[in-house]
């Protein structure tokens, strides 16, 4: 049998059909989900602890409303029959949800993150499980965002600046960000994720 990394989980956060609708906008890395598949191919092929998340809207008007097609999960990141599924309704992972209760019975202290989108589910998830001391690790590349308008100025923010900006926010103060590949290779030698003195998120 292989062995299990019982601590490290595998938080895959709304990978939903809805973020490939146009009425999001201009989107940055169109690789995001390529890489969250081969997270999701290593932590499978090893039998490892994996988390999605889905979210169900309660606004009718939103893409995300409750079981929309839309709702549904992406092409290749779609949950196994064994692979643990949290229904949310806020961008927390951890609000009104058995998240964390999961992860304490379980003793998963570590959680390997990607998804959609960096600066709304991705980032309150994170910030969140980081205050709950969970060690928090995203996958940099296997996150993405959409350009959003300044309400002040009407300037457009770019996606990737949006991107940039919330992961070098959440770097060192509430998880570690680090490439998938960095990432993969941190598993294949079994090392820790954490970098020293980094609060664990």
């Known amino acids: 049998m292989k062995e299990r990394k019982n601590d490290t989980a595998l938080l895959l956060i709304d990978s939903q059909k809805a973020f490939h609708d146009n009425i999001w906008g201009n989107r940055n890395n169109p690789t995001a989900e390529r890489n969250a598949q081969a997270l999701l191919e290593k932590f499978r092929e090893n039998d490892w602890p994996i988390i999605h998340t889905q979210h169900l809207s309660n606004n009718p008007n939103s893409l995300l409303y409750r079981n929309g097609g839309a709702t549904e999960f992406m092409d290749g990141l779609v949950p196994q029959a064994n692979e643990k599924i949290i ?86 103060e509430f998880a570690t960000v680090k490439s998938t590949a960095d990432i993969l290779h941190s598993i294949s ?13």
Do not use: Q, W
Request: charged share 15%; aromatic share 6%.
């Open 87 to 172: 229904v949310k309704h806020v961008n927390s992972a951890f609000i009104g949800t058995g998240l964390e209760g999961y992860l304490r019975e379980n003793g998963i202290t570590c959680l390997i993150t990607a998804g959609l989108v960096t600066d709304h589910c991705v980032s309150t998830t994170v910030r969140m499980g980081g205050n709950l001391g969970f060690e928090m690790i995203v996958a940099e590349d296997a996150t993405a965002t959409f350009d959003h308008e300044d309400i002040i100025s009407g300037e457009i923010f770019t996606a990737d600046i949006i991107h940039r900006v919330h992961l070098s926010s959440l770097h060192g």
């Open 189 to 201: 030698l079994n090392e820790r994720f954490l970098l020293p003195l980094v609060l664990i998120i």
